[in-house]
């Protein structure tokens, strides 16, 4: 497998003057790029760079950032600069590796194999493609293990929460069929119907559903995961992490000293989302 790494930034929507998303199919590097209205923001990415070393937390490069502002800024309202970046993150695709060949050049699609003793591997695919990787390696299980086959469900299997004709613009849609439990909560405490921040979408009293009902431990639960604090706004949600720790804390019956480890802890991870 050659990991690849790829960087999104995140800017403010009047970069963007349209709802509608930008392919831009010809840069520098012969890659395309995606400029797309997201949450409030604009979600611009992403890049292909080699990787020797992963590691579990991805930071972006210079070079990365750079060539997304420059590359971007033909096409935008007015060109971004890097103090104009509200957060920036990587990924690593695991590419099936081939000699001589870079990483833009190398196949998306994912490989399966079998070893002697019988074990399935999996490697490459990509996210969007997840539900095929996963019936290849049912398929090639039963033929591989004699198992009986079984109709596939997944097409169709409804999520937790699924809710007929919601309106993805709708920021509660993401609760589906639990928004009434989430509203019955936010009637416990007045202060829970307040934002964790005027220019983040998010109430305090998501956060003790969060912590109720969705194993949510950890600040970085909260603003990285359960929602997309981290992610639409670093320096924010580093503003908002003792708010969140202080709720969190009182639901998880948690000490002070918990409260600033917690607070710590997101600081130190919040800085590779900024720009310094």
Known sequence: VQPSQGVHVVLDKSFLDSETAI???HTDDGRVLFVVPWHDRVLIGT???PVDTPSLEPVPLEKEITFILKETGKYL???PQKNDILSVFAGLRPLIAHEGKKTAALSRDHTIMVSDSGLITIAGGKWTTYRKMGEDVIDKALLVGGFEEK???TKTLKLHGYLEG????DPWSTY???VALIRKILKEKPEWEQLLHPKLPYLRGEVVWAAREEMARSVEDILSRRTRSLLLDAKLAVTVAPIVASILAK???KPKEWESEQIFAFKKL???YMIS
Not at 166 to 169: T, V
């Open 270 to 272: 919040a800085k590779s």
């Open 47 to 49: 890049t292909d760079t």
């Open 151 to 153: 109709p596939c469900k």
């Open 166 to 169: 919601a309106d993805p613009i």
């Open 251 to 253: 639901e998880l019956n």
């Open 23 to 25: 392919l831009i199919p």
């Open 176 to 178: 589906g069929t639990d």
């Open 77 to 79: 309202t007015k060109h």
